[in-house]
C-alpha cells in the first residue's frame, strides 16, 4: 500500500502524493483524517507514554472543531471558544458555565501575595488570632487580563481575636497592581472579623465591581467604587479621591460625575473619574426630594449619589434648570456651580449685599466670645453697640476685663462709666466740672487774702463799741457768744459750734463733692459717690427701700463638732458669701430658714470658665450649688435667702 493514489484509500507513505486521502499516514507519525494533504504540522501522535496530541498548523483556519462550534481551539492563536465558532479571548464561553476558584490564606504579616491563576472565583482570607500586631495583606491578582469583558467572584475576609491593645487587620486587593477594595476590622483589643463580596467586571478599559456586600463597618468600598454619570461625589478620607455622596447637605460634596465633557483637565488613572465643573449636566435625583421648580439650589441627599432640593444651608451643586415633582424621571438638567445655599442671605445684586448685609449678619450671629483684632465701622456710618436693642429687655452694660480676668473698664446703659485704673486725657470738659474749677478760684483768692492778712495793723475793738467792716476783716480770735448770720462762711482748719440751721434753703455739706465727710470721728463716712459707711449698726425706724443688696462677706456658723467641712457651711443668715473649691462639684450650705416658700439667688465673684453656678437641689433647711462638672479653681459666690409672701 506503497504510493497508493486514489479517492478513499487508506495510505501509508513517507511522501505521500495524496491530495484527499480518507486516512493517510505520513512518515511514520502523521495521521491526516481526509479532506487534507497529509502534513507533519498537521498530526495526531500518541507518545509512548499514552497522551494523545492534536498539532495544529499556525494559519487562520487551521481549527481543531467538535461538533462544528460546540468545542473550537484556533491554531492561530490557540484561542478556546465553547458555543462559539470565534472565541475572542483564551476562553470564551456563550452561555451557562463554571470554572474553578482560588482560595488562599494569610496571617499575622505585612505582605503582598500575587495570585497568577486565572479563576472564576477568588477566596481571599486573613486571620491573625490573638497576634498583638496591626498587618495588612494585600493580594494582587494578576491571572486576570486587563481585557474588556473579563470578570470574576471576589470574597475578601480578615478577623483578628482578642488582643492586649486596640489594634486592626487589613486586606486589600488589586489588580494587575490596581487597587479594588479594601476591607478592616474595628480598630478594638476585642475579637472582629469583617468580609466584602463583589463581582469585578472589565468594561470600557475600567475594572467596576457590581453587587457588593459587605459586614460591619470596617470596609472601604466607596473609594474605589467607579461613581456613574449624573451622581454627586464628596472628597474621601484618603487624599485625592472621592467617593459618593452620603450625606444630606454634605461639607465635603465637590461635585457631579459628567457624562459627555466638551472639555476634560488632569490626568486620567485606572481609578480616576471625570467630575463637571461648570455647565449643564444631568444629575440623579433622590425619589423623596422635596418638588423641584427651576432655579432652585440643588444638593446631595442621604441616598448615595442622589441629588435633591436644598431646604436650608448647605452646600450646593448647582440650580436646577427643569421642573421636577415625585414619580417624575430620576435624573433632572443642573446648571453646576458649587456653590454655599443660605436661604436667608439670597441677594439680588451687589447693591442689595452692600446695603443688607450688616443687618442679616446681626439676625443671625449671635455669640459669647468674639476674638479679633480691629472693630471698625464701615464708610460713613457710626459704629454701634446696642446694650438694649430689645427695649422689653433688661439693659446691658459694654465691659472690658483685664489682668485675671477682672473688669477695668464699663458703660452701662445709662451711660455712667467705670474705670478702676488711672484716666489720662490732655482735656476733659463738664460742666459740673466747669463749677468746681470757679469755686477753686474762689477758695484761692480767699486763702491769699487771709495770707496777707496777717500783715495787716489793726486795732483792738472795746466790747462796748460795735464792729463794721465793708470790705475785708482778720482777726486773731472771734468769739459769737449769741449769733451769727452771715451769707457764706470759710472756714480753712477747725469749726466749732453746737448747731447749724439753714434758714431759706437746705442745708449742704461739701456740697462741691471734693472729699468725703466723716462724722463721729469717721465712724461714718459718705464719700464723694455717695457711698455710705456705718462702722456701728443701724436702725431704722420707718420703711427701708433698697434696689440691689450686696453682701460683702458672712462668716459660717461651726458646727457641733467644731469642724467646718469646706464643701458645707451651716448659717442661719438670709445672705453672705461662699466659695466653692477647686475640683468640687457642688457645696452645701445648712440653713434653718430654707423652706418650700423661700427663693434662693447666686451670683458669681470670680471667674466660672463660662460654666454655669447654679442651685443644683434645695429643701427643708438646706441648698447646694455647683456645676455640672468641677472646674480647676476656687470660685467665689454671693448667695442671698428671700422668703415668697
Known amino acids: 500500500m506503497d504510493d497508493e493514489t486514489g479517492t478513499g484509500a487508506l495510505v501509508f507513505a513517507n511522501t505521500p502524493t495524496l491530495v484527499t486521502p480518507e486516512i493517510g ?63 475572542g479571548r483564551t476562553l470564551d464561553v456563550v452561555g451557562n458555565w463554571g470554572g474553578n476558584a482560588v482560595v488562599d490564606t494569610s496571617g499575622a504579616v505585612d505582605e503582598t501575595r500575587t495570585i497568577s491563576t486565572k479563576a472564576l ?50 486586606v486589600n486587593i488589586q489588580i494587575n497592581g490596581a487597587s479594588i477594595s479594601s476591607v478592616a476590622t474595628a480598630t478594638t483589643p ?18 467596576h465591581i457590581a453587587a457588593a456586600a459587605e459586614s460591619g463597618t470596617g470596609s472601604d468600598l466607596a473609594e474605589w467604587f467607579p ?29 457631579v460625575v459628567s457624562t459627555k465633557p466638551h472639555t476634560t483637565m488632569g490626568e486620567q488613572t485606572d481609578n480616576s473619574i471625570r467630575v463637571a465643573l461648570a455647565g449643564r449636566i444631568p444629575v440623579k435625583i433622590d425619589p423623596d426630594s422635596p418638588p423641584i421648580s427651576a432655579g432652585d439650589f440643588i444638593t446631595s441627599s442621604d ?6 432640593k436644598a431646604t436650608q444651608a448647605g452646600y450646593s451643586v448647582g440650580k ?58 464701615i464708610t460713613n456710618s457710626d459704629l454701634i453697640i446696642d446694650l438694649q436693642p430689645d427695649n422689653s429687655q433688661e439693659a446691658n452694660k459694654f465691659v472690658v476685663k483685664g489682668v485675671d480676668d477682672k473688669e477695668v473698664f464699663s458703660v452701662n446703659a445709662g451711660g455712667d462709666a467705670t474705670i478702676s485704673g488711672t484716666l489720662y486725657a490732655d482735656k476733659i470738659e463738664s460742666k459740673r466740672l466747669s463749677d468746681i474749677e470757679e469755686l477753686l478760684k474762689e477758695v484761692e483768692t480767699s486763702q491769699n487774702l487771709l495770707t496777707e492778712s496777717k ?21 486773731k480770735d472771734l468769739f459769737v457768744t449769741n449769733q451769727l448770720a452771715t451769707t457764706s462762711l470759710f472756714v480753712s482748719d477747725n469749726f466749732t459750734t453746737k448747731n447749724i440751721n439753714s434758714l431759706d434753703s437746705p442745708l449742704s455739706l461739701q456740697p462741691l463733692a471734693l472729699n468725703s465727710l466723716e462724722i463721729m470721728a469717721g465712724k461714718i463716712k459718705i464719700d464723694t459717690n455717695g457711698n455710705a459707711f456705718f462702722e456701728g449698726n443701724v436702725e431704722i425706724a ?76 434645695k429643701g427643708d433647711d438646706f441648698f447646694t450649688v455647683g456645676f455640672n462638672e468641677p472646674l480647676e479653681l476656687d470660685v467665689e459666690f454671693n448667695w442671698w435667702i428671700i422668703e415668697i409672701q
Not at 441616598?303 to 435633591?308: F, L, N, R, V, Y
Not at 500783715?455 to 482777726?475: H, K, R, Y
Open 25 to 87: 499516514v505520513a512518515t511514520g507519525t502523521s495521521l491526516d483524517l481526509g479532506g487534507t494533504t497529509l502534513y507533519a504540522s498537521r498530526a495526531i501522535t500518541v507518545d509512548t507514554g499514552g497522551v494523545l496530541n492534536i498539532s495544529l498548523a499556525t494559519a487562520a483556519g487551521d481549527d481543531f472543531t467538535v461538533d462544528t462550534n460546540k468545542l473550537v481551539v484556533e491554531g492561530d492563536n490557540g484561542n478556546v471558544g465553547i458555543g462559539t465558532a470565534t472565541p
Open 121 to 170: 472565583m477568588y477566596d481571599l482570607q486573613k486571620n491573625t488570632g490573638t497576634t498583638n500586631t496591626s498587618t495588612t495583606t494585600t493580594w494582587n491578582i494578576t491571572g486576570l487580563p486587563d481585557t474588556d469583558g473579563t470578570f470574576a467572584f471576589i470574597y475578601s475576609y480578615v478577623e483578628k481575636g482578642i488582643t492586649g491593645n486596640a489594634r486592626t487587620e487589613t
Open 190 to 207: 476585642t475579637a472582629d472579623s469583617r468580609h466584602l463580596t463583589y463581582i469585578i467586571s472589565r468594561t470600557d478599559s475600567v475594572w
Open 227 to 255: 461613581p456613574q454619570a449624573g451622581e454627586l461625589v464628596s472628597i474621601a478620607s484618603e487624599a485625592i479621591k472621592v467617593k459618593l455622596s452620603e450625606n444630606a447637605y454634605d461639607n465635603n460634596l465637590i461635585g
Open 303 to 308: 441616598k448615595p449619589g442622589m441629588a435633591k
Open 320 to 377: 436646577a434648570m427643569e421642573n421636577w415633582q415625585a414619580g417624575g424621571s430620576d435624573q433632572i438638567e443642573v446648571f453646576v456651580n458649587l456653590s454655599w445655599y443660605e436661604p436667608e442671605l439670597t441677594f439680588n445684586s451687589i447693591k442689595d449685599l452692600k446695603n443688607n448685609i450688616l443687618s442679616k449678619i446681626a439676625g443671625l450671629i449671635e455669640s459669647k466670645i468674639v476674638k479679633t483684632n480691629i472693630i471698625s465701622p
Open 455 to 475: 500783715s495787716w495793723e489793726v486795732n483792738t475793738a472795746t466790747t462796748s463799741a460795735s464792729l463794721s467792716a465793708s470790705d475785708s476783716g482778720q482777726f
Open 542 to 617: 420707718g420703711d427701708l427701700t433698697i434696689k440691689n443688696i450686696i453682701v460683702a462677706s458672712s462668716d459660717p456658723i461651726a458646727t457641733e463638732s467644731g469642724i467646718i467641712d469646706n464643701t458645707v457651711i451651716n448659717t442661719n443668715s438670709t445672705a453672705g458669701k461662699a466659695i466653692l473649691p477647686a475640683n468640687t462639684e457642688s457645696i452645701t450650705i445648712n440653713n434653718s430658714k430654707i423652706s418650700n416658700n423661700t427663693l434662693v439667688y447666686i451670683t458669681p465673684l470670680s471667674s466660672t470658665q463660662n460654666k454655669v453656678l447654679f442651685v443644683k437641689s
